[in-house]
């Protein structure tokens, strides 16, 4: 009995570092993506994005194709962002999953999981990149940094530090925090099943960081050191013993930053 367990243990062992590996190469290479766009707005052009090829910094009307590539360049940035936070619900699945096939039970692969995840955040950023279009268009966003007029920054700071303190705050983060409760009081058979509780628990995510992801407007939303700040942030809230904690606090301080910021605008 001991060989049988200790095989299972060490083929535990091996997938989640295939996992790990598997999930920060495709974190990786959303990164050099986006440090291929930020370098192409350097100047007077941010580049070709899915062949969009968009002029970012003009002041010209936008039409469907920035529209698109907009929706693009939010998907890459989630991908860099999300990715690392959805990590571990991905290894809780795909340690499940490698015991089931160890019992001879059917077994999904956890890229399905992670589709389903990666799903819902690209709803989000076709949004984002909406809501992106529409500010440019209402001349509220620097079409040169993706930076929002200092007063809407000063609205998205006080909103998000507000919402860091709400009952839908605490409750989207609990779950995110607690892979054992999503799967005890969510699992679903087969890879239909698997996709969709990738596709909840995008939806638990999005509920929990919209508004964080809202503040890439604040200090421009190719600002990747900006973006990697928040990105560890998002990460330290769910991972860390104290994460709930350092939720309130960061909104105590998003409060403090947007009323300063809102008062230095008058």
Known sequence: ????????????????????????????????ALARMAAGMGGAAMGAMGGAGMAMPSTAPWG?????????????????????????MVLVFAATMRRRA???????????????????????????GTAQWALHAGALVSPAT???TPLLAAALLVAAGVFQWTPLKHACLSHCRSPLHFWMSGWREGAAGALEMGVRHGTWCVGCCWLLMALLFVAGVMNLAWVAALGLFV????????????GRAAGVVLIGWGLWLALAAR
Do not use: C, K, N
Not at 10 to 16: E, M, P
Not at 113 to 128: D, E, H, I, P, R
């Open 64 to 88: 469907a194709a920035e529209l698109v590539a907009l929706a693009g360049m939010w998907a890459v940035m989630m991908v860099a962002m999300m990715v690392p936070a959805a990590a571990p």
């Open 102 to 128: 160890a019992r001879g039970e059917p077994a999904v692969a956890t890229w399905v999981f992670l589709l389903g995840y990666l799903l819902v955040w690209t709803g989000f950023s076709v949004a984002a």
């Open 1 to 32: 009995m001991d060989q049988p367990v200790g095989l299972l243990g060490a083929a535990l062992r091996r997938d989640r570092w295939i996992t790990l590996g598997g999930m920060a190469a495709l974190a990786a290479m959303a990164w050099v």
């Open 146 to 148: 993706m930076r929002a």
């Open 235 to 246: 990460l330290a809230e769910r991972a860390l013993p104290g994460g709930a904690m350092l």
